[in-house]
C-alpha cells in the first residue's frame, strides 16, 4: 500500500512539475542552457513514462532554473548601495575579514555558521547581537556575500529556507569588490 501511494504521490509531482516547467520556460528564453535540460525533462514526463528515482521532483527543476536569479553583479550591488535600500550582510568569519580586510559599506558581520540561528531570532536578539535590523522575510534588497561565492551561495539558500525567498547573494564578493572598486 505505502508503494502505491509513494507513487500516486511522486505522479502529482511531477504533473506539478510539468506545470512549472512551463511557466518556468516561458521566462527562459534567454537561458537556452536551463531551457534544455528543463524541456528534456518535460518531455520525459509528458510522454507518460513511470517515477522513476530520477525523477525531477519540484526542488529539482526549481534549483535547476534559478540558479542565477538570486545572484547580483558587481553593477547591480554598486547601484543598490548608492540608493542606500540594501541590507548588506558578509557571511565571513571575523577572522577572515581581519585576513582580507575591507567590509563593504553598511554591511554587517553575520557569520555563516550563525545565519540559520539569526534569521529565526527575535528582532530585538538580531539588533543586540549584529548591531542591525533583522531583515523581513518580504525585504527583496538582503544580500549576503563572502570572499567569493561559496559561503554566499550557502548563506543565501540556508536564507531562502527560512522563508526568505527574495534575498540574493553576490558571488564576487569581496575579491571581485576590491579588483573593481
Keep these: 500500500m505505502s508503494g502505491i501511494l509513494a507513487i500516486r504521490m511522486n505522479t502529482r509531482m511531477l504533473a506539478c512539475c510539468v506545470s512549472l516547467q512551463k511557466r518556468l520556460l516561458a521566462q527562459t528564453v534567454a537561458k537556452s542552457t536551463t531551457a534544455s535540460v528543463l524541456t528534456e525533462r518535460r518531455f520525459s514526463v ?11 521532483t519540484v ?18 550591488l554598486k547601484a543598490l548601495l548608492n540608493t542606500g535600500g540594501v541590507q548588506l550582510f558578509d557571511v565571513r568569519e571575523p577572522s577572515e575579514i581581519e585576513r582580507d580586510g575591507e567590509v563593504l559599506q553598511n554591511a554587517a558581520n553575520l557569520p555563516l555558521g550563525q ?52 534575498a540574493r547573494h553576490y558571488p564576487g564578493g569581496i575579491a571581485e569588490w576590491k579588483s573593481k572598486h
Design 115 to 166: 545565519v540559520k540561528e539569526a534569521l529565526v531570532m527575535t528582532e530585538e536578539a538580531f539588533a543586540e547581537k549584529y548591531k542591525c535590523a533583522r531583515p523581513q522575510k518580504w525585504d527583496a534588497n538582503v544580500i549576503f556575500y563572502g570572499l567569493g561565492p561559496i559561503k554566499s551561495t550557502a548563506a543565501v539558500e540556508l536564507a531562502h529556507k527560512a522563508g526568505y525567498t527574495k
Design 46 to 56: 509528458e510522454r507518460g513514462q513511470p517515477p522513476t528515482s530520477n525523477s525531477p
Design 59 to 76: 526542488i529539482q527543476l526549481v534549483r535547476c532554473y534559478s540558479t542565477h536569479d538570486y545572484e547580483m553583479t558587481y553593477e547591480e
